[in-house]
């Protein structure tokens, strides 16, 4: 089973609008995936008009994954199932640091889906806290959208700057360009540069575009109602490049 | 191959006239699909080996499909192929799971129609609220087709349940239910089963004839030809459409072992019935004796090829031309012969003479319990290949090792005629130590018969000639074989006739001196 997470310290940059398009066009590709929105805001189930998780009891492993699992809604699309949100995820980090092995309880608790899923995507919140050192523990990748200006590559830096600072292990982050906007000069400029830096930099670009805006009217996934336009097209590209270049992590 | 329902139906009903949508349309929205209409033909061997292994096979079209047989329709083929024709055996299919699971459903067998239907299905999902689907239905109507018209037999309603949505599922259930749906366990196929009053049933060569050991022998050896007799008619409808070999090879052994019964228990009907019976379907199987050569040799076809160098292998392809032309010519003559209104009525006169209403002269043993007479016969047969066995060494010419052959095939036949009077356990052990014993020496026997068939078309041939080489090539690998097979007779005789075997076949079969006297009237 593979983990991918789509995760920024920045918010608004795509991140859940790739983890929702991600997710569809692994199924597509015939994998069972599982999206599990840990963002409090829940977006990404809404996009799949699911509504919130029930609140359950989070006082250990088990009844942590007892919780998840039973909280598992099946998309309108089969083969992809959604984890929805709940505003009580806020509270995952004081949990978290409760536990043993605080920042890696999450990984141990994702096993317990091994059987039902060949991939989990997860759309992360947009910070730094005990969860998100689970997160980056957890994953086989994390995919990170940089819109190519100056905010964005500090937060990148930063983000960069933290796994060397935790010896975290450098090569599963995978930042792509994301709402790109060819005719912008700066964009332009950045997109020259940037690569160079980080190694892992995925080449695939995510075009700005009007088409995935309309997600939040359509709630469904891009791929869903404009499967050949050119966002949807470069989000199946960016799914073949990460799954050919993702392999699971020895735990 | 792992067997398993749609993992996500959550219920099978069967629906009144009246679908009962409006009911759902109060608290779900229905989004409901254009409807699709399909002919398909299901397919099964003689033996039902589709159906008893836990499948379906049906075509569409050309586009054959394998399905879990009690799934609905509506679930996706295990497996399905598009084919060039109509396909009869599993050497027809091309691609690999679904040639693959039909050499192990059908074996030897070929397919043949079993059931025709009409299906008209429509796929509706219920949405909530929130315009998210919570539950899908697959709404099936069945109705037959083919020469008796069509007329609606079924219609059924699948419940899809989405994950973690259950309770909506279960309150579809119930609102059907509210409106006269019913619970139904029934899959297309047994529908379409049910309307031509058609029942698959276990076929086998071995059937029970429920005896004991004091039901009289007459009646005994009676009930046994009958029901072989049965089996062998319904042989001939198969063999007439030359539909697979296993009709021939089935009808051949079924004479066999009623010929069998009349001469192994002896003394139940009058000397000159048994006679003639036995002459009667000694001659009913001859008649087929070259058609089943040539299906022996023609079967063999890739394992003949695979005793022979590469080289050598394009030399014997003349030789199995000529064999399959010289079939079709016996597929006619035999066909012919089994329509001639003379077989007919061997056919009838054995039947009548096995009738249980016909009256026959007295004679010693006809009333005599079956039981002590047959154990007394099992025991001395096996006393008998014992006597043969200790003869037998390297030296011993064919023919000798062919009748012991011969003698243990009647051991096995009685033994399998009256299994239900031998303590489970023990028949069993017999039966494996036997047949073990008999798979060498058929091997034996059949390298010897097919080196001197072999020699005969060889004659024909010119010498020298590339058919020739050929032949001759595989001649020697027979007769190597045979001689290789010759030593394994040895172990597996030292086997039977001595140790447990021996010791269980005392135990079972010996009667004490006070029985009443056995093999002869």
């Known amino acids: 089973m593979n983990i991918i997470s789509s995760y920024s310290i920045k918010g608004g940059v795509g991140k859940t609008a790739l983890a929702v398009n991600l997710a569809f066009a692994l199924r597509e590709s015939g994998h069972r995936t599982l999206l599990i929105d840990l963002d409090p805001q829940g977006a990404a189930a809404f996009y799949f008009r699911v509504g919130s998780a029930k609140k359950f009891r989070m006082a250990d492993k088990q009844s942590l994954a007892e919780g998840l699992l039973r909280n598992i809604r099946e998309s309108d699309f089969p083969g992809l199932d959604i984890l929805p949100s ?18 890696k309880q999450l990984r141990m608790v994702l096993e317990e889906f091994t059987p039902d899923y060949d991939v989990i995507v997860m759309d992360c919140p947009p910070n730094i806290t005990l969860l998100s050192e689970n997160i980056f523990r957890a994953s086989d990748a994390i995919i990170v959208p940089v819109i190519p200006t100056v905010l964005s590559q500090r ?10 600072d935790e010896e975290l292990p450098g090569d599963i982050l995978r930042p792509f360009f994301s709402m790109v906007q060819k005719r912008n000069k700066m964009h332009r400029e950045i997109m020259a540069e940037l ?16 088409d995935i805006e ?10 869903a109602y404009s499967a050949t336009c050119e966002a949807a097209l470069s989000y199946r590209t960016l799914c073949d490049e990460i799954l050919s270049q993702t392999g699971p992590r020895p735990c | 191959m792992d067997v398993r329902v749609q993992k996500n139906e959550f219920a099978r009903l069967a629906l009144p006239d009246d679908l009962g949508l409006e009911r759902l349309q109060k608290e779900w929205s229905l989004d409901i699909q254009p409807q699709e209409s399909k002919t398909l033909i299901f397919w099964d061997s003689f033996e039902w080996g589709v159906w008893f292994g836990g499948y379906a096979l049906y075509s569409c079209g050309e586009r054959y499909h394998l399905s879990v047989r009690q799934a609905g329709w509506s679930e996706p083929a295990l497996c399905e192929e598009q084919t060039k024709g109509r396909p009869r055996f599993w050497q027809d299919f091309e691609t690999g799971p679904l040639r693959t699971a039909l050499q192990e459903l059908l074996g030897l067998r070929g397919l043949t129609p079993v059931a025709e239907g009409i299906f008209r299905q429509r796929r509706c999902d219920l949405r909530n609220d929130l315009e998210k689907v919570v539950c899908r239905l697959v709404l099936t109507s069945v109705s037959s087709a083919g020469k008796r018209g069509e007329k609606e037999l079924l219609q059924s309603c699948q419940v899809l349940s989405l994950r973690g949505y259950e309770s909506e599922a279960a309150r579809v259930v119930e609102c059907l239910t ?101 002459q009667l379907l000694g001659d009913l199987a001859r008649q087929t004796n070259r058609l089943r050569d040539l299906d022996v040799y023609l079967l063999a076809r890739e394992e003949y090829l695979g005793l022979l160098p590469q080289e050598l292998r394009p030399a014997l392809n003349g030789m199995f031309t000529d064999f399959t032309a010289e079939r079709g010519k016996e597929v006619r003559r035999t066909t012919s012969k089994i329509r001639s209104p003379s077989i007919r009525c061997l056919l009838k006169e054995i039947e009548h003479c096995f009738c249980e209403k016909t009256l026959h002269r007295a004679s010693p043993a006809a009333e005599l319990p079956v039981g002590p007479l047959v154990f007394s016969g099992i025991y001395k047969r096996y006393r008998k290949i014992c006597k043969i066995a200790a003869q037998i060494d390297t030296e011993t010419p064919d023919e000798g090792v062919h009748q012991l052959r011969i003698e243990c095939k009647k051991l096995r036949y009685l033994m399998e005629f009256f ?34 068939s072999l020699l005969d078309y060889w004659k024909q041939k010119k010498p020298g000639s590339a058919v020739s080489l050929g032949l001759g090539g595989l001649i020697s690998v027979l007769y190597q074989r045979q001689q290789q ?17 021996a010791a269980i076949f005392k135990r079972t079969f010996k009667l004490p001196a006070s029985a009443p006297a056995t093999d002869a009237p």
């Open chain 1, 86 to 103: 709940n505003l009580a995820y806020r509270h995952f980090d004081i949990v978290l640091d409760g536990m043993a092995k605080r920042r």
């Open chain 1, 155 to 164: 937060t990148l830096e930063q983000l960069s700057g933290f796994f060397r």
């Open chain 1, 195 to 210: 690569p160079a830096v980080y190694p892992g930099f995925l080449k695939t670009v995510i075009p700005f575009s009007a």
């Open chain 1, 214 to 223: 309309k997600m939040g009217l359509r709630r469904m996934p891009l791929l």
């Open chain 2, 178 to 278: 509210e409106c006269g749906a019913r619970g139904c366990e029934d899959a297309p196929l047994d529908v379409l089963l049910r309307y031509t009053h058609t029942l698959p049933q276990k076929y086998t060569l071995r059937p029970a004839f429920g005896l004991d050991m004091t039901t009289p022998a007459r009646k005994a050896t009676g009930r046994i030809v009958r029901t072989m007799l049965e089996l062998a008619v319904s042989n001939l409808p198969g063999i007439l459409n030359d539909l697979d070999t296993e009709f021939l090879h089935d009808y051949r052994i079924c004479l066999r072992k009623m010929r069998s019964v009349l001469s192994l228990v002896k003394g139940v009907y009058p000397a000159e019935e048994t006679q003639r019976m036995r």
């Open chain 2, 419 to 452: 299994g239900e009077m031998i303590p489970h356990e023990d028949g069993a052990a017999l039966q494996k130590v036997l047949r073990r014993l008999q798979g060498r020496l058929g091997e034996f026997n059949d390298a010897s018969v097919q080196q001197k």
């Open chain 2, 485 to 501: 097979t010759r030593a394994l007779i040895q172990q597996s005789l030292e086997e039977f006739c001595n140790g447990s075997t």
